[in-house]
Structure formats: structure tokens, C-alpha cells
């Protein structure tokens, strides 16, 4: 089952978007397996956009997601990061269909309410950067 991290970014949780955003993917059919409220010191935010250190808005990244309070989250399911990135749209929200995630709700390229795992590899990898083993819940619906 492939999980992937969701990020609600300083912007939407500022905004009161955090519900709003996690029920979109919920009614993807995907799991909510983990999640929790946290403040991102330089160190993790470093290591998280570390694949962006030698471009010139890597600094600007971390400064951002790091000004304000996050949702860090896990869903899991199949084919779960490109479902995921399908409903988050565009990375520039300007460039984002309506409907989508940052369509709606994105401010600016800077501002997009939501980070994505890219890759089922990526996903796997940033799940564990922000999550431990037992922070992953594994259970079955009920439904």
C-alpha cells in the first residue's frame, strides 16, 4: 500500500484550512493513518527540502515552514501519492485547475497550502522524517 506525507503549510493552518483540506483526501477513499500539529525546527526543514539546497528558493522554503505551526499527515491507499497529487493540483496556484487543492486555496507559488510526496519512494522516506514506526496507525475499516 503506498503512503505518502501531506504537509498543511503555515498558510492553511493559519487560514483554518487543515479540516477542510484532510477531508478532501479522506473522500479520496484514501487512510488517514497518522497525523499531529507541530512547529518545524530549521534542522528537519532543512533535511526535508534537502534535494532543493542548491537552488536559490531553498532558503526561503525553510524559513517559511518553519514561521508557523504545520499538520503533518500519513494516507495511505493504492496508487495514493498520484491520487494525492491529482487533488492538490499545480504547485503555482495560479496554474492550478479549480477544484483542486491549491486551486482553491493556494495563495502564491511561495503560499500553497500543501505539500505532497512526489513519489512512492519519496513518500516511504518522508513518512519517516517526520514520523516514527509507531506513530503509523495499521487497522482495517469497519465499513
Not at 14 to 33: A, P, V, W
Not at 65 to 71: E, F, K, L, Q
Not at 87 to 105: H, S
Request: proline share 4%; glycine share 8%; with cysteine.
Amino acid at each position: 500500500m503506498e503512503k505518502s506525507l501531506i504537509l498543511v503549510k503555515p498558510d492553511g493552518v493559519d487560514r483554518g484550512l487543515t479540516g477542510t483540506i484532510l477531508s478532501r483526501l479522506e473522500g479520496l477513499g484514501l487512510k488517514l493513518t497518522a497525523i499531529k500539529m507541530l512547529k518545524v525546527e530549521k534542522e528537519l526543514a532543512e533535511k526535508h527540502y534537502a534535494v532543493h539546497r542548491d537552488k536559490p528558493f531553498f532558503n526561503d522554503l525553510v524559513y517559511y515552514i518553519t514561521s508557523s505551526p504545520i499538520v503533518a499527515a500519513v494516507f495511505e491507499g493504492s496508487d495514493a501519492v498520484s491520487r494525492i497529487r491529482k487533488a492538490c493540483g499545480a504547485t503555482d496556484p495560479a496554474q492550478a485547475e479549480k477544484g483542486t487543492i491549491r486551486g482553491d486555496f493556494g495563495l502564491d507559488i511561495g503560499r500553497n497550502t500543501i505539500h505532497a510526496s512526489d513519489s512512492p519512494e519519496t513518500g516511504s522516506a518522508e513518512v519517516e522524517t517526520f514520523f516514527k514506526p509507531e506513530d503509523i496507525c495499521d487497522y482495517s475499516r469497519i465499513t
